[in-house]
């Protein structure tokens, strides 16, 4: 296993452009973290960012204390590995709607019409983002 502080290597980045699932944690006090599986992508700044309803658990926890983390793995028949990224986080009104739009043509198959209505019903919805950036990346893999 390795740390870092700070950001992600390429590698790294091209691990996590592949349609795989993170667990999100947050920061809850003296509440264990409870992992949410989330879609996720890597901004262009290095950062990560997904999306989640307005008034959910993941944004209350966010607004009260913004440390998470992401961890995200390889799957199953691959040879193991994952990367864990860690730091503050922030909650963005805005591009919530797009961000969906990408990620569920990464994740789902659009040309299926039981996707697209997903996807519209989705979309129905009020969103926000939430931006991790990375102060502790640790990553494994043999």
């Known amino acids: 296993m390795s740390t870092a502080a700070g950001g992600l290597t390429a590698q790294d980045l091209e691990f996590l452009a592949r349609p795989l699932h993170g667990f999100l944690s947050t920061a809850a006090g003296p509440t264990p973290p409870q992992p949410r599986p989330v879609w996720f992508e890597v901004t262009s700044e290095g950062g990560i960012q997904l999306f989640t ?3 959910t658990l993941k944004v ?6 913004p440390r998470a983390s992401l961890v995200v793995t390889a799957p199953v028949g691959e040879r193991e590995r994952w990367i864990s990224v860690a730091g503050r986080t922030t909650v963005d009104p805005d591009g ?20 697209v209505k997903d996807l519209d019903a989705m979309l129905a919805e009020e969103h926000v983002r939430l931006i991790i950036a990375p102060q502790t990346v640790q990553r494994s893999a043999y």
């Open 96 to 115: 919530a709607r797009e961000l969906a739009t990408r990620l569920a043509a990464r994740y789902w198959d659009l040309d299926d019409p039981v996707r």
């Open 53 to 55: 309803g307005v008034d």
């Open 60 to 65: 209350r926890r966010a607004r009260r204390d």
